[in-house]
């Protein structure tokens, strides 16, 4: 078991370190990291390449994240339940872990709210429709997608301990959810320097 544990852990941080962003912003002959905020996200994609491009890049990396966690979730069926959840968090911290600290690009990658999204749904649909909707909320009134990132965050915690308090995955999804918050808000450290001063990029509607 433990072989196979660090085995998935390792294949779930190389599959999350994909630069997805970079590498389509490369091919249409754009350095994506010189382009906005220098962030190889879905959200500075959108504003360098469009919608169309912004939405590629998202849903590749909520891939990211979802696909080692489904693979976990498929393959140990006989775990225990805070054992299976347990296994499913932490590919999924590791996955959102490659994608913000890939080793493609010196270990400076995205914000992993894409990969988080990704690692949630194969959790808990439930929980992942839930920061959905608190993202779209918060961008909706601000039109500033890290305020969005950010209440998302805070959410994670909270509507964990709603869904699975006195479960047998309680531990391991409210451990799991703050941890995520915080590594969000630590990977949002300079999108709230700008918050603060006023300076955040706002999508303006078209």
């Known amino acids: 078991m433990s072989l196979q544990y660090i085995t998935i852990t390792i294949a779930a941080f190389l599959m999350g370190s994909l630069p997805t962003g970079y590498l389509v912003a490369k091919a249409k002959g754009i350095n994506i990291r010189a382009v906005g905020s ?10 360098a390449l469009g919608k169309g491009w912004g939405a590629f890049v998202l849903v590749i990396d909520a891939l990211k994240g979802l696909l080692p966690v489904l693979f976990v979730r498929l393959y140990f069926t006989a775990l225990p339940q805070h054992q299976l959840y347990t296994m499913m968090a932490v590919s999924g911290i590791f996955a959102v872990a490659g994608h913000v600290f890939t080793p493609f690009l010196r270990f400076k990658g ?9 690692m949630f749904l194969a959790i808990s649909p439930t929980l992942a429709a839930s920061l959905i909707v608190v993202w779209l909320l918060a961008f909706s009134i ?27 995955a309680s531990d391991a999804m409210m451990a799991s959810t703050l941890f995520m918050a915080l590594f969000i808000v630590f990977t949002h450290r300079e999108n709230i320097k700008r918050l603060y001063r006023g300076e955040e990029s706002v999508f303006q509607k078209k």
């Open 38 to 47: 220098g962030n190889i996200g879905a959200t500075n994609v959108t504003r």
């Open 142 to 168: 601000t039109r500033v997608s890290s305020v969005g990132a950010l209440c998302a965050a805070i959410a994670m915690p909270i509507s964990a301990f709603f869904l699975f308090h006195g479960g047998p």
């Open 110 to 118: 995205g914000k992993g709210i894409a990969t988080s999204l990704g």
